[in-house]
């Protein structure tokens, strides 16, 4: 009998290019990660921000060579390259749609370990194929949001979509857009609210998006007022850092 397996391309993502030999300093001067030190080996997960440091579009990068891939929300993607496009005046850079999908496996060595927690498992590019089943269950279950639904646009800043704590940002890298009010906030070791998974109840104005499927939501809450959120050990790690921060 012929083995069936499970299909593993994210039908919901989708691949631009950003190419031109000025693309990475370009890329490096808007984005919350460095991008000039990116490796074919280990994408990095980041954002495009507000100059108030608020998400406006969360993403993967890649190494391409010269060129970056961005591996982001097929739904965003256009919206993205416009956005994208509005800082490159009349450099010599393209913004592109390419072929191809970005593919999720939950365990297995192909590919490379999602940069934002191991558990959420491996991705890798390769030809659209037989779409995935389980990642979005998967990746609220680590209590991990992304996407515009989830993280908004222009209502979110960056550290409560914990990107600190998941690889989302820079430290050491020069300057970008939203910079400043993500460095204040990272110095001063407390991020107020968090973007939190938990179980399905009445929306509110603190709720970004629900998923009756699968009796869950995702809400922007005070961290003293996190009540039924899962706190998965990622993020219990970060809150018991601030509170002893906040108390010497």
């Keep these: 009998m012929m083995e069936t397996r499970p299909g593993t391309w994210l039908a919901d993502r989708a691949l631009l290019r950003v190419g031109g030999a000025e693309a990475r300093p370009f890329l490096e001067g808007l984005l919350t990660q460095d991008v ?5 080996v280990a994408p990095r997960w980041s954002g495009l921000l507000t100059p108030q440091g608020k998400a406006l579009f969360d993403f993967l990068l890649w190494d391409d060579g010269e060129a970056v891939l961005i591996d982001c929300e097929a739904s965003e993607a256009e919206a993205l390259a416009r956005r994208l496009a509005l800082y490159r005046l ?14 999720w496996s939950i365990d297995g060595a192909q590919g490379a370990p999602d940069p934002r927690l191991a558990e959420l498992g491996h991705r890798w590019l390769a030809p659209v194929s037989t779409p995935a089943d389980g990642w979005l269950a998967h990746r609220l279950s680590l209590g991990i949001t992304e996407g515009v639904a989830e993280l908004g646009q222009d209502k979110t800043l960056w550290l409560e979509c914990n990107a600190r ?22 110095h001063r070791s407390k991020v107020n609210r968090r973007l939190v998974v938990a179980p399905l109840g009445n929306p509110g104005d603190r709720t970004r998006a629900c998923y009756p499927d699968l009796a869950l939501m995702v ?23 601030e509170a002893e921060a906040s108390t010497t």
């Design 36 to 40: 000039l030190t990116l490796t074919p």
């Design 90 to 103: 009349r450099r010599p850079i393209t913004i592109e749609p390419v072929s191809g999908g970005v593919h």
């Design 165 to 186: 704590e998941l690889n989302g940002v820079s430290f050491t890298k020069g300057c970008y857009v939203g910079q400043e009010n993500t460095a204040r906030m990272h």
């Design 219 to 241: 809400e922007h809450r005070r961290v003293e007022a996190l009540g039924d959120a899962m706190v998965p050990q990622w993020l219990a790690d970060a809150l018991g850092a």
